[in-house]
C-alpha cells in the first residue's frame, strides 16, 4: 500500500525536523519552501543528520535512513506540493500576516478532508483561522525544538475546529511516536510557554535580586528539579511528596502562598540584569556561531540519551 502524504510549508529549522519525524513514521514527505536553495540545503542537512543519528543507533522508526530519505521530496510549487496530502504541517517563520497568508491560499486549493496544521509557537490559532472556508480542518501542532528528539506537540484548536480534527491529529502524533497533549482551548503561550515563562521570570528575579549567580540558578534547574520532570511532572510531585494530593495541600498549602506571594511583578528582560545574565552566559558558552552551534549537539546528544533512558524505563 502507498503510504500516505504529509507537506511540510517551510524547510526551515522545525521543517527539517518534522520531515525526519514523519519519515521515519514511513509517511511520504513533501517539503514545500518559496526559496529554493533553503529546500537543497534541508535536504543536504536532513541525509546528514540521518546518516550520523544511523550510526550511532539513534535513528527513529523502522526504515533505513535511505528509505526514510527516499520518502521525502522537494517542491516549489504549492498546488503540486498539497496535492494528495492528508495532513499539511505549516512551518514558516512566526509572522501572523504571512502565516494568514500561506493558510488563506491554502484554503482556496485543499479538499475537505486534508488537516491544515500549524507549527506557531504563540500565535492563537483565532488569529490564524478565523474567517477560513476550512476553518474546521485548522488547528495548532505546536513542536518543542528539535522535535526529532523532544516528542511534545501540544495541540490547540480553534473554536470552529471540527473535533474529529482534534482527534486525528492526536492519533497521527501518537502514530509517529510524538507525545501531543490536547489544549481544551486556546490561551496565549499554551501551555508550555506559560509553564516556561513562569521558570524564566522568577529565575530573572532571583538573579536580579542577587540571591544567586546565573550558573547556579541553571544548576538548581538541571541537578534539581529538572532530574524528576524529565519523568514525572509538578503535580505527580506533588502527589508523591505527601500522602497524595491532598495531604500535601494540607502540609504545604501555607508556606506556598507565603512564598507565592513574595514574588515580584514581571520582569523587563532588559538593563543591568540581562547585562550580568549575557556576562554569565558568555563567559560560559561564548556568542560564536561555532560554539554555540557545538553546544546544541551537545544538548541533542543530551536529549537522545535522556530519550533513550525513558524508552527503557518505559516512563508514562
Ligand atoms: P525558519 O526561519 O528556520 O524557517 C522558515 C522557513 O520558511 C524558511 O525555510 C523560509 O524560506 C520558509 N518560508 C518563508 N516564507 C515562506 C512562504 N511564503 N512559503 C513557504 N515557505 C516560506 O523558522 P523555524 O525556526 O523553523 O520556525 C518555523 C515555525 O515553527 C514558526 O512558526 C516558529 O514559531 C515555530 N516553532 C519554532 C521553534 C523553534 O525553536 N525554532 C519551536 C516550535 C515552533
Same mark, same amino acid.
Given at each position: 500500500?502507498?503510504?500516505?502524504?504529509?507537506t511540510i510549508i517551510g524547510s526551515g529549522?522545525?521543517g527539517?525536523?518534522?520531515?525526519?519525524?514523519?519519515?521515519?513514521?514511513?509517511?511520504?514527505?513533501?517539503l514545500y519552501d518559496i526559496a529554493q536553495q533553503q529546500l537543497t540545503s534541508a535536504?543536504?542537512?536532513?541525509?546528514?543528520?540521518?546518516?550520523?543519528?544511523?550510526?550511532?543507533?539513534?535513528?527513529?522508526?523502522?526504515?533505513?535512513?535511505?528509505?526514510?530519505?527516499?520518502?521525502?521530496?522537494i517542491c516549489t510549487d504549492l498546488k503540486a506540493a498539497?496535492?494528495?496530502?492528508?495532513?499539511?504541517?505549516e512551518c514558516t517563520p512566526?509572522n501572523?500576516?504571512l502565516k494568514?497568508k500561506i493558510?488563506?491560499q491554502l484554503?482556496?486549493?485543499?479538499?475537505?478532508?486534508?488537516?491544515?496544521?500549524?507549527?506557531?509557537?504563540?500565535?492563537?490559532?483565532?488569529?490564524?483561522?478565523?474567517?477560513?472556508?476550512?476553518?474546521?480542518?485548522?488547528?495548532?501542532?505546536?513542536?518543542?525544538?528539535?522535535?526529532?528528539?523532544?516528542? #511534545? $506537540?501540544?495541540?490547540?484548536?480553534?473554536?470552529? +475546529? *471540527?473535533?474529529?480534527?482534534?482527534? %486525528?491529529?492526536?492519533?497521527? /502524533?501518537?502514530?509517529?511516536?510524538?507525545?501531543?497533549?490536547?489544549?481544551?482551548?486556546?490561551?496565549?503561550?499554551?501551555?508550555?510557554?506559560?509553564?516556561?515563562?513562569?521558570?524564566?521570570?522568577?529565575?530573572?528575579? #532571583? $538573579?536580579?535580586?542577587?540571591?544567586?549567580?546565573? +550558573? *547556579?540558578?541553571?544548576?538548581?534547574? %538541571?541537578?534539581?528539579?529538572? /532530574?524528576?520532570?524529565?519523568?514525572?511532572?509538578?503535580?505527580?510531585?506533588?502527589?508523591?511528596?505527601?500522602?497524595?494530593?491532598?495531604?500535601?495541600?494540607?502540609?504545604?498549602?501555607?508556606?506556598?502562598?507565603?512564598? #507565592?506571594?513574595?514574588?515580584?511583578?514581571?520582569?523587563?528582560?532588559?538593563?543591568?540584569?540581562?547585562?550580568?545574565?549575557?556576562?554569565? /552566559?558568555?563567559?560560559?558558552?561564548?556568542?560564536?556561531?561555532?560554539?554555540?552551534?557545538?553546544?546544541?549537539?551537545?544538548?541533542?546528544?543530551?536529549?537522545?540519551?535522556?530519550?533513550?533512558?525513558?524508552?527503557?524505563?518505559?516512563?508514562?
Amino acid at each position: 500500500m502507498e503510504p500516505s502524504q504529509v507537506t511540510i510549508i517551510g524547510s526551515g529549522l522545525i521543517g527539517r525536523s518534522w520531515a525526519m519525524v514523519f519519515a521515519a513514521g514511513g509517511f511520504k514527505v513533501k517539503l514545500y519552501d518559496i526559496a529554493q536553495q533553503q529546500l537543497t540545503s534541508a535536504l543536504e542537512n536532513i541525509r546528514k543528520q540521518m546518516k550520523e543519528l544511523e550510526e550511532s543507533g539513534f535513528l527513529k522508526g523502522t526504515l533505513s535512513a535511505e528509505q526514510q530519505l527516499a520518502l521525502i521530496s522537494i517542491c516549489t510549487d504549492l498546488k503540486a506540493a498539497v496535492e494528495g496530502a492528508t495532513f499539511i504541517q505549516e512551518c514558516t517563520p512566526e509572522n501572523l500576516e504571512l502565516k494568514k497568508k500561506i493558510f488563506g491560499q491554502l484554503d482556496l486549493i485543499v479538499g475537505n478532508t486534508v488537516i491544515l496544521s500549524s507549527s506557531t509557537s504563540c500565535l492563537l490559532p483565532s488569529k490564524l483561522f478565523t474567517g477560513l472556508k476550512h476553518v474546521k480542518q485548522c488547528i495548532v501542532s505546536h513542536p518543542v525544538n528539535p522535535p526529532y528528539f523532544v516528542p #511534545l $506537540v501540544e495541540i490547540v484548536p480553534h473554536p470552529e +475546529t *471540527d473535533p474529529s480534527t482534534i482527534e %486525528s491529529t492526536y492519533a497521527l /502524533m501518537k502514530k509517529i511516536g510524538q507525545s501531543p497533549v490536547k489544549l481544551n482551548r486556546e490561551t496565549e503561550g499554551f501551555v508550555l510557554n506559560r509553564l516556561q515563562y513562569a521558570v524564566i521570570s522568577e529565575a530573572w528575579r #532571583l $538573579v536580579g535580586e542577587g540571591v544567586i549567580s546565573p +550558573t *547556579d540558578l541553571d544548576l538548581v534547574m %538541571s541537578d534539581g528539579l529538572g /532530574m524528576r520532570y524529565a519523568f514525572i511532572g509538578p503535580l505527580e510531585t506533588m502527589h508523591l511528596n505527601a500522602e497524595g494530593i491532598s495531604n500535601y495541600c494540607e502540609r504545604y498549602r501555607e508556606g506556598m502562598r507565603l512564598v #507565592l506571594n513574595t514574588f515580584g511583578p514581571v520582569p523587563e528582560f532588559s538593563g543591568e540584569i540581562e547585562q550580568k545574565i549575557n556576562q554569565a /552566559m558568555s563567559e560560559k558558552i561564548p556568542v560564536v556561531p561555532k560554539v554555540l552551534d557545538a553546544r546544541r549537539k551537545r544538548r541533542d546528544e543530551y536529549l537522545t540519551g535522556l530519550a533513550k533512558l525513558k524508552k527503557q524505563m518505559k516512563s508514562d
